[in-house]
């Protein structure tokens, strides 16, 4: 998985301890090891930004680097450049999505999640993968049918929600998407449920009726966290959609899906660098199971070593 992105550190690493000595690299060293990763990481998905403030912050670390003769320099290297990428995105927040939602039931119930984003970049799956994943530590939930826009949005729902037996809450096609989402608040209390997810509509993110529409929902439903699913196929298309949401809806967090068919990688860095939100998963498959927590100092490493 990410294996363009890989590649481009296991080069930089490689060209730097080729080139370095005890003595400092010099300035024309240093810019073609910024222009060589530059172009790697930007081939690898990484918005032309964001791949800018990556390279200056290396070269910033390998200026008056000295490394001892003997000793593992490739370790030393490494060690440096992982260090320099926690710093470059230490304003970033680390969240253990499990752990979040939990501790907010020990302090209200329901705990109501609402999710956003496109048609297709995987919502309503990605509410199948977090109800099967709260359902194993024992707790409850209930679904709201809010896109009550898309022909087929409440069927497919309701395909998933027969799966794992759990209830859904809707109403009839061309309806109020924030009374549906209410009705399933209502219901989860009333029947003393864990968790209600709420699923939205995604139609042309510059339809300002959607984005109304969000905006309503949000503000009935008063989601403990409002979750947008981003596809990294689509990449820095997804993060102008994400920007473009965020102006009208509050995004606490992401979940990026089909990472398993997304080789290069760089999405990832840029949804971090541009947007400052969390990464809770990662999608990677189409299973229940398929979802994987994300911690951004883990990704790191996994980059570099």
């Known amino acids: 998985m990410f294996d363009r992105l890989k590649n481009a550190f296991k080069s930089l690493t490689n060209t730097i301890v080729n080139s370095i000595t005890t003595t400092e690299l010099s300035d024309d060293k240093l810019n073609e090891i910024h222009d060589e990763l530059f172009m790697q990481l930007v081939e690898s998905d990484v918005a032309v930004d964001v791949a800018d403030a990556i390279c200056n912050a290396i070269i910033n670390y390998l200026r008056g680097l000295k490394v001892p003769r003997f000793g593992d ?17 230490n304003d970033v ?31 309503t799956t990605t509410i199948a993968k977090i109800t099967h994943q709260l359902m194993k530590k024992g707790y409850t939930a209930v679904w709201a049918a809010a896109d009550t826009y898309r022909a087929g949005a409440i069927e497919q729902l309701e395909g998933h929600a027969t799966k794992l037996g759990v209830r859904v809450i ?44 969000l905006s309503k929902i949000q503000r009935v439903s008063k989601p403990d966290l409002s979750i947008f699913i981003a596809d990294a196929l689509l990449g820095n298309e997804a993060l102008d959609i994400a920007k473009y949401y965020s102006k009208y809806v509050r995004i606490d967090g992401l979940i990026v899906t089909k990472v398993d068919a997304y080789p290069k990688g760089g999405a990832i860095l840029t949804f971090l660098y541009e947007l400052k939100k969390p990464i809770y998963f990662l999608g990677i498959g189409q299973g229940y199971d398929d979802l994987r927590p994300f911690n951004k100092m883990e990704f790191f490493r996994q980059l570099l070593l």
């Not at 320099?73 to 995105?89: A, Q, T």
């Not at 253990?96 to 048609?119: A, T």
């Not at 109403?171 to 924030?178: L, V």
């Open 73 to 89: 320099k490739e370790s030393v290297i490494r060690n440096g450049i992982l260090d320099v990428m926690n710093r470059l995105f």
């Open 93 to 123: 927040p680390d969240v253990d999505f499990m752990s979040e939602v939990i501790r907010i039931l020990q302090v209200k119930r329901p705990v109501v999640l609402l999710f956003l984003g496109p048609n297709g970049y995987g919502k």
């Open 170 to 213: 809707k109403h009839n096609y061309g309806s109020d998407p924030a009374a549906v989402a209410y009705d399933a608040i209502s219901h989860a209390k009333v029947k003393g449920i864990d968790y209600v997810m709420i699923d939205t509509a995604g139609r042309m993110h510059t339809d300002i009726n959607l984005m109304n529409e």
